[in-house]
């Protein structure tokens, strides 16, 4: 139940406190209503708590804030408020009226025959006061809640014979019908007519030097971004000499880049030099460099230290899943050598042009790695680069601010042992132009 102070502008003089009682008189019901049944044990009802166990003595040191010094919760802002880094402690006090039942066992369909292309089911009784998306997620195995809503938005549920709402709730019995296959059909590449740049390729792979913006195949069931891929281009200029280790959603594919990330991605056109490609990747076989933008220096000016290694686990962040991060213990092992090829000190303030060799290939690997030690890559507004960079002179200065709408990050050099003939490969993709002219911008060139 949210305090006054959550409420909407506004609102906030409006009382909550028969939501409270509600809420209230609703738990002792229950409560009584298991005692009664004989189902309640009373070992394990939990307490409730006077206001006056929460008054901690003056000497406590919580006294100043309830979360002082509690492990995980860092301080943010002027005002120096708590909340939670990655993540959340345990409680300190259980919530009064919280039962262990309250989520209940909710039946599997794995049954689910169509007639006349419509699945028809009755909702069991323990999915009383649940919401419509929330029981079909539970009830259909293998259906994602984004599913159920695409489901629901579409107007392919209905429940007793009406459209079903996704936060609709359930009170046992209902009759819902959904038209139409639950889970969306696995999706094939598309041969596409797509300008590629190959860099080298012979009967057993190719090296293309992929553009930004291009995504290197769609994911599983999305079918509204299966356009475009590189997957789709490399089918029409290859047509199907492509390995099919990977699936049928990416064949070829032994590796990835991320889709505003440019450069050298190497294909396979049979699952032979696929699995060979698999190993030297997974054992660390090949060289990788990329080249990328980062604002600051990495080192001071007058530093020796123009180079180093980043050794830093990365996990997925709980929070914006989107993300990954090195804050969180129990990730997977990321190795970035880094070499700074020149600092820029120009109209828009530092810059470091970082020469970055990769061991292993996580995801986001350099782009976390670079906001990890404080330095941003230019563009990539997911890990806090900015998305305008300004003149340091403000408003008066003489050139005018700007933004990239990619990643200043570009995949240069690739060296490998062929897997057939052990010849070594060396290949390498200039910068492209769009790139350039930001180096020059930031340099300060005219």
Do not use: C
């Amino acid at each position: 139940m949210p305090s006054k102070n959550m409420l909407p502008k506004g609102q906030r003089r409006r009382t909550v406190k028969h939501e409270y009682r509600a809420q209230r008189t609703l738990s002792q019901e229950r409560e009584a209503a298991l005692r009664a049944a004989g189902e309640l044990d009373e070992e394990i009802v939990r307490e409730t708590y006077d206001t006056a166990d929460f008054n901690l003595p003056s000497s406590s040191p919580l006294h100043t804030s309830p979360f002082a010094n509690v492990p995980g919760l860092v301080t943010s802002g002027p005002s120096g408020g708590k909340h939670p880094q990655e993540e959340q402690s345990p409680r300190r006090y259980p919530a009064p009226y919280v039962f262990e039942d309250e989520a209940p066992e909710i039946q599997v369909l794995d049954d689910l025959e169509a007639e006349d292309g419509v699945r028809s089911f009755t909702v069991e009784s323990a999915a009383r006061d649940m919401r419509l998306d929330a029981y079909l997620a539970k009830a259909i195995p293998d259906i994602s809640r984004a599913r159920v809503v695409l489901l629901i938005e579409k107007g392919q549920v209905t429940v007793d014979g009406n459209p079903g709402k996704g936060k609709q709730k359930l009170k046992g019995g209902e009759m819902i019908e959904i038209e139409g296959e639950p889970r969306p059909e696995p999706l094939h590449a598309q041969p596409e007519d797509i300008p590629l740049t190959i860099v080298y390729e012979d009967d057993d792979l190719a090296v293309v030097d992929k553009a930004a913006g291009m995504m290197v195949h769609a994911g599983a069931g999305d079918s509204e971004r299966n356009r475009g891929t590189l997957v789709n281009a490399l089918l029409f200029h290859m047509g199907k000499s492509l390995s099919q280790v990977s699936g049928d959603l990416r064949p070829g594919i032994v590796h990835r880049l991320d889709k505003q990330t440019s450069g050298l991605i190497v294909v396979a056109k049979n699952d032979s030099t696929h699995r060979k490609l698999s190993e030297m990747f997974s054992e660390r076989r090949l060289r990788k460099v990329y080249l990328t933008l980062v604002h600051g220096w990495i080192a001071p000016a007058t530093g020796a230290q123009d180079s180093g290694t980043i050794q830093l686990p990365i996990s997925r962040d709980l929070v914006r899943r989107i993300r990954m991060t090195t804050r969180r213990t129990g990730g997977r092992s990321a190795v970035s050598h880094w070499r700074v090829l020149e600092k820029i000190s120009g109209p828009y303030g530092k810059f470091s042009l970082v020469e970055v060799r990769i061991e292993t290939g996580r995801t986001h690997q350099i782009r976390v790695h670079m906001q990890a030690i404080g330095h941003p890559v230019v563009g990539d507004f997911l890990y806090g680069a900015p998305h305008r960079i300004n003149p340091i002179g403000g408003p008066q200065a003489e050139v005018e601010g700007f933004g990239l709408e990619r990643n200043f990050l570009h995949a240069a050099e690739l060296e490998f042992v062929h897997p057939r003939t052990g010849e070594k490969l060396a290949l390498d993709a200039a910068l492209p132009e769009e790139l350039v002219q930001v180096l020059e911008r930031v340099r300060g060139a005219s």
